[in-house]
């Protein structure tokens, strides 16, 4: 009943910086804490960042001062500025929301970061 519909991932150098965006439709009123997560080929799902409804966030140690959370409820959507890039971030970036009603846990497509050396 969550949708979940990431944008602006692509190429960028190393020391760049993306912007991605999470825009939620449906029963956007039942979703809590929102997230990113990355998954690299041949690596397992993890957690980038997440913030609460009341705005309280938490970071992977590996991004910590170079990535921001941040979310926008009257949009419905959640972004993750990201700066100082390195090849290592390279992964698809999900999007994760946890819908309060049953709970359920919702997630986007995601959405390509590729950083070149």
């Known amino acids: 009943q969550v949708q979940l519909v990431e944008s602006g991932g692509g190429l960028v150098q190393a020391g760049g910086s993306l912007r991605l965006s999470c825009a939620a439709s449906g029963s956007i009123f039942s979703i809590g804490a929102m997230g990113w997560y990355r998954q690299a080929p041949g690596k397992q799902r993890e957690l980038v960042a997440a913030?609460?409804?009341?705005?309280?966030?938490n970071y992977a140690d590996s991004v910590k001062g170079r990535f921001t959370i941040s979310r926008n409820n009257a949009k419905n959507t959640v972004y993750l500025q990201m700066n100082s890039l390195r090849p290592e971030y390279t992964a698809v970036y999900y999007c994760?929301?946890?819908?309060?009603?049953?709970?359920?846990?919702?997630w986007g497509q995601g959405t390509q970061v590729t950083v070149s050396s």
């Open positions: 913030i609460t409804s009341g705005g309280s966030t």
């Open positions: 994760n929301a946890l819908s309060t009603l049953r709970p359920t846990i919702y």
